[in-house]
């Protein structure tokens, strides 16, 4: 199942809305550029966004990427995304996993006082 079909299911279950291939535009304060970011999928829910990410071994095995990720995943919780990283074989063979991990953090989002 592809992760487009989880967060179709857990739509018809829970109030959210998402969007594939979402941009945040983010200010980095230590070099002082601005960047734009390209997240796997952006998950809106109550007052809080989730930014997803499909990891593949290929990309993000090395010490490079692992650097690089921290450093997307501290501008996006400064743009107030939280943020949450899936491989991409998780997705593939384990998607019942996923999708109760998800459906979790959407449930706990939605007890939370606006």
Known sequence: MEFKKILDRLKEEYDFEYEPQHEVN???EEDKRRYTLRVDFAIF???SKLAVEID???WHSSR???SKS???DNLLRKK???PLHFWDYEVLEYPEIVKEEIENIIK???KQKT
């Open 108 to 110: 706990e989002l939605l």
């Open 80 to 82: 107030g995304y939280i």
């Open 64 to 66: 490079r990427q692992t």
């Open 26 to 28: 983010v200010l980095d």
């Open 45 to 47: 829910c109550k007052n």
């Open 70 to 72: 921290i450093w997307r």
């Open 56 to 58: 593949g071994v290929r």
